[in-house]
């Protein structure tokens, strides 16, 4: 018994060595194949105004996938870490109520954005993050007399550097209260410029109308303190749109410039003017008149604006008789639209109750009619999709006007829009997406010259891969994709078949169907361009502003309206890296630049200078490109 004992004493004792050599064995493995170790990141947040930290300000790691994978709050100095980091590129974003979302490395509001690159266990210390506050804009509007202004109309504009020139996008709007008095607040620090004005005057129910009967109406109707006015002599005033400070158009208006979260004050006092009647007949081309056709009088704008947005004074719908009349304009230079639509019959809602009419003359029941169809006709969000654009194409018309002290009366002439069909392709490897995710996208067009407004309605591309664009407006336009397929990517857009790119350069369409678009979409993913900016020590710069441009000047003069897959900015992390993700395809340069106001290297001179020390690179496919930028 006692051997026996003796025999399993050796034996456990040979298995707990053998043991023992495993885990020593596997010690061993580890330690020649370490798994990384993570790190932390700490920094401070500061007000970009008074330089003070701020606390209790949402810290947010975010991963390369855009999605916050922690978060962190700072203490009462401002003070932040966020611990556990794996080794890898980071973003930093942070919120706090009554400023502007910020990201490390932002230089000014909507900047571009710094990564933080963290090795393995290492603490990157030293990060410092600024928000800027939100300021306010706010004033009081007068009539003549000093009284209060109630119900005003109030629209402020904020001035956006970007292309040969700048431009005003609307940047929210309002009404005075019960004192004369408006306000703006969250607003970005930035230059704006604010209008105010009585509401636009109704259109006289019949547009045969224009006497100071139909002018009592107008005023009852108008329901605010700025109503029209009919002077002793029969002459009739109105407030005209009037621009800081007391500005009767953008040509002498005042930039207002908003920074520290201050509040600004900008007061207005409103004087009537002469108003004259501008009236006139849609037609078309044949010379027969046009009914229920949209026409529309915007206000010129100086060059130096922009197409970003026009000043719309007033819109009318013309009559059985093709009659439209703006009964109330002031004097000055403004452009006439007019879009005649080929309504579709979509069956409407069960759901939807018919639109109340009340007919109270001829012209008000062809409104109420032509309403009526609209409700009727008009797609909801689960027809859109389906409902293919007419076979005929929509009409459009426009012509400057020079208003006087005489009352206009003019015919305008429509001719037919332009349209863009093709179909779309996927070249890959992988399988082809799915009708259901194809039916998932969606083309538009974006003008860049002639009368089109910007982006207009999307149209679904179909299941089998064919696609119809909107109708718009004969011009020299972008093509856009909207829309995500996992694993595919836009390469290329070709017009026609005659070369014509509309993805960086734009195509310019005439009245008519512009047949033959393609649109190439490849399973490799969008390019990599990544790198480093060291000085002439060869040490890596942090914090350093880069900018990657195409090499094609002919792409310049539209990077505003490319997006970030075409140009973008960002600083170099503290390790002096850089990264972009997603670019197209195509030539590229990389250059290291001093600090710029928003958009300012969007500029084609900005880039004519930029490019002389811009490092060539290119850019391809699902490929990582490594560049080493000097400066």
């Known amino acids: 018994m006692r051997d026996w004992l003796q025999r399993w004493r050796a034996r456990r004792q040979r298995s707990q060595a053998a043991s023992s050599a495993l885990v020593v064995c596997a010690g061993v493995f580890l330690t020649q194949f370490p798994a990384a170790a993570p790190g932390s990141i700490s920094g401070i947040v500061i007000d970009q105004a008074s330089g003070a930290a701020i606390a209790g300000a949402t810290v947010s790691l975010i991963g390369s996938s855009g999605l916050a994978l922690q978060s962190t709050a700072t203490d009462g100095h401002g003070a932040f870490e966020v611990k556990g980091v794996e080794p890898g590129s980071y973003r930093l974003r942070v919120a706090r109520s009554g400023y502007a979302e910020g990201y490390c490395g932002q230089r000014f509001p909507d900047g571009p954005k710094a990564e933080v690159a963290v090795t393995d266990a290492a603490d990157v210390r030293g990060v410092r993050i600024v928000l800027w506050p939100y300021c306010t804009l706010t004033g009081v509007v007068l009539d003549e007399q000093g009284d209060a202004a109630v119900q005003a109309d109030a629209r402020l504009f904020r001035r956006w550097a970007g292309g040969s020139n700048s431009a005003l996008a609307l940047a929210g709007s309002t009404q005075t209260d019960d004192r004369g008095e408006y306000r703006f607040p969250f607003l970005l620090p930035g230059d704006y410029f604010v209008e105010v004005g009585a509401p636009a005057p109704a259109v006289p129910r019949n547009p045969a109308q224009n006497d100071p009967g139909t002018l009592r109406e107008l005023q009852f109707e108008a329901g605010h303190s700025l109503g029209p006015l009919l002077a002793p002599d029969g002459t009739v005033l109105v407030y005209p749109p009037t621009f800081f400070p007391d500005s009767i158009g953008l040509d002498s208006a005042q930039a207002l410039t908003l920074s520290g979260g201050n509040e600004r004050r900008a007061d207005f006092r409103l004087v009537p003017v002469p108003a004259v009647s501008v009236s006139g007949i849609l037609r078309g081309e044949d010379g027969a008149p046009i009914s229920m056709g949209a026409v529309t009088l915007s206000q010129v704008l100086p060059e130096e604006v922009g197409l970003s947005h026009r000043l719309e004074v007033g819109s009318a719908v013309s009559d059985s008789a093709g009659r439209f009349v703006f009964p109330l304009v002031p004097q000055g230079r403004y452009m006439m639209t007019a879009h005649s639509t080929h309504l579709r019959p979509v069956a409407p809602r069960s759901d939807q109750a018919p639109p109340p009419q009340w007919v109270l003359d001829q012209a008000s029941f062809e409104i109420a009619a032509l309403n009526a169809e609209l409700m009727a006709r ?254």
């Open 378 to 631: 008009t797609p909801h969000d689960d027809e859109r999709r389906t409902a293919a654009p007419p076979d005929e194409l929509d009409l459009w018309a426009e012509a400057e006007v020079t208003v006087g002290v005489r009352p206009i009366s003019m015919d305008l002439t429509t001719r037919a829009m332009a349209r863009v069909s093709g179909s779309v392709r996927f070249d890959g490897a992988r399988p082809s997406p799915s009708s259901e995710q194809v039916h998932a996208l969606s083309v538009s067009l974006r003008a860049v010259s002639g009368s089109g407004p910007g982006f207009l309605l999307p149209s679904a591309v179909a299941g089998d891969g064919t696609f119809m664009s909107s109708d718009v407006p004969p011009g020299s336009y972008l093509v856009s994709v909207t829309g995500v397929i996992p694993g595919w990517t836009v390469e290329s857009i070709s017009i026609g078949g005659d070369g014509a790119v509309g993805l960086d350069v734009p195509v310019s369409l005439t009245s008519g169907v512009r047949s033959g678009a393609l649109i190439s979409f490849s399973d490799k993913a969008g390019g990599i361009l990544r790198g480093t900016v060291r000085d002439s020590a060869h040490s890596p710069r942090e914090g350093q502003l880069v900018v990657a441009f195409p090499a094609d000047r002919a792409t310049w003069p539209y990077l505003p309206l490319l997006g970030p897959s075409r140009v973008e900015e960002l600083e170099t992390g503290n390790d002096g890296s850089f990264r972009f993700v997603g670019l197209l395809p195509g030539n590229y340069l990389v250059a290291a630049v001093d600090d710029g106001a928003p958009g300012e290297w969007e500029r084609p001179e900005a880039l004519a200078v930029l490019s002389r020390s811009g490092t060539p690179t290119v850019v391809r496919s699902g490929e990582t490109t490594e560049v080493e930028v000097r400066r």
